[in-house]
């Protein structure tokens, strides 16, 4: 939607000129591009949820699932840290549904700051790879799967 793409574009100019950092080119190519990288993460793991409808009548259980995937993905990395429970929800949202990484990563570019460990920049490509191989997998499954919608 592009209402929402300007939008989002206004606050990441208006929070830049705020904190009073300039822009490198290097770094907004490369926004640009982890933007893309966690487009594309968040679409094949909603393809794949959608992908599954074939198999399960109700839905109900996984729309919770991406409500929460979205709810989580709008904080930092960071704020997970600290206690037990938290760097659990931290592991399991980096690195078994990399959630966390795909909606960091673009953001620290732009500011110059690297993840630390800066391996976990490639994670985050990497979960986008692999997203879109899986989903469109469990897509053309699905297809074998699917009979008709009137039986």
Not at 65 to 81: C, D, K, L, M, Q
Not at 95 to 105: F, G, K, Q, R, S
Not at 112 to 117: D, I, R, S
Request: glycine fraction near 6%.
């Amino acid at each position: 939607m592009l209402n929402q793409t300007v939008l989002a574009l206004s606050l990441v100019g208006y929070a830049l000129v705020k904190i009073g950092h300039s822009i490198n080119p290097v770094h907004a190519a490369m926004y640009v591009v982890f933007v893309a990288v966690g487009v594309t993460f968040f679409y094949s793991l909603m393809l794949m949820l959608a992908s599954t409808s074939v198999w399960f009548g109700r839905n109900t259980g996984l729309y919770d699932f991406w409500f929460y995937v979205t709810i989580f993905a709008r904080y930092p990395r960071e704020i997970y840290s600290g206690s037990p429970a938290g760097e659990a929800l931290q592991f399991g949202l980096s690195y078994m549904v990399p959630v966390l990484l795909v909606v960091t990563v673009p953001s620290r570019i732009l500011l110059a700051k690297v993840l630390n460990p800066s391996w976990l920049t490639l994670v985050a490509i990497a979960s986008a790879v692999g997203g879109l191989l899986v989903s469109r997998a469990v897509f053309r499954w699905s297809l074998r799967s699917y009979r008709s919608a009137s039986s």
